[in-house]
């Protein structure tokens, strides 16, 4: 018995990683691609180890159900005028006509409402009907999302470019069944390293 669990254990330590790279290259190579910008105040984190990490908005997402902290949510991805993506509205399960990315709660707040109350009484009088009573919810990225790995040698000379061109950034996402990964960082409508590379060259 100890000898076939022992056997089943470290089947299930090979297999995973196997599962969990081709489930990753299923959603790169399957996956809707979705340009978001990063986060407009402080995008990026320094460079840690052997990735850049970046940051999304990821707050006052609206919702109509009443989630706890840690709750798993589905949020739909809507794209603006622009076409970027942003994350639209968390749901308790998955939106049928809209991608979406799985996630978890961080934390929930009371939404648009509140405010609104507030600037309807300083203005002695609203329309209850015109309130958006809905709550709102910060959700967590995954770490396949947000890690951008690099080698050091790019390091450097990376962090120089995401800092000088924050307004030229955008962040291509592939979401497949509510996976995400981050595909590429796009600096001026070029890949990272090959904006890198041509920089190097000048």
Do not use: C, H, W
Not at 3 to 25: C, D, H, N, R, W
Not at 96 to 101: E, F, H, I, P, T
Not at 110 to 127: C, P, Q, T, V
């Amino acid at each position: 018995i100890k000898k076939g669990l022992f056997f089943a254990f470290a089947a299930i330590i090979i297999l995973v990683p196997i599962y969990i790279e081709v489930s990753s290259q299923n959603v790169l190579e399957k996956g809707k691609l979705y340009k978001f910008k990063p986060m407009a105040n402080d995008p990026f984190d320094p460079f840690r180890g052997q990735y850049l990490r970046v940051n999304y908005r990821t707050d006052n997402i609206k919702t109509k159900f009443d989630f706890d902290e840690r709750e798993t949510a589905y949020v739909s991805i809507s794209v603006d005028d622009q076409g970027f993506a942003f994350f639209d509205e968390a749901f308790m399960k998955p939106p049928k006509k809209k991608d979406y990315l799985e996630t978890s709660i961080e934390s929930t707040g009371l939404g648009g409402i509140a405010k609104e109350l507030d600037l309807g009484m300083e203005e002695n009088g609203f329309d209850i009907s015109s309130l958006d009573s809905r709550r709102t919810v910060r959700i967590k990225i995954p770490s396949n999302m947000s890690k951008y790995f690099i080698s050091e040698d790019d390091a450097l000379l990376a962090e120089k470019v995401l800092f000088n061109e924050q307004g030229n950034i955008y962040m291509g996402v592939r979401i497949l069944d509510g996976q995400a990964r981050l595909d590429n960082i796009f600096v001026q409508d070029q890949p990272i390293l090959e904006f890198l590379d041509v920089k190097a060259k000048k």
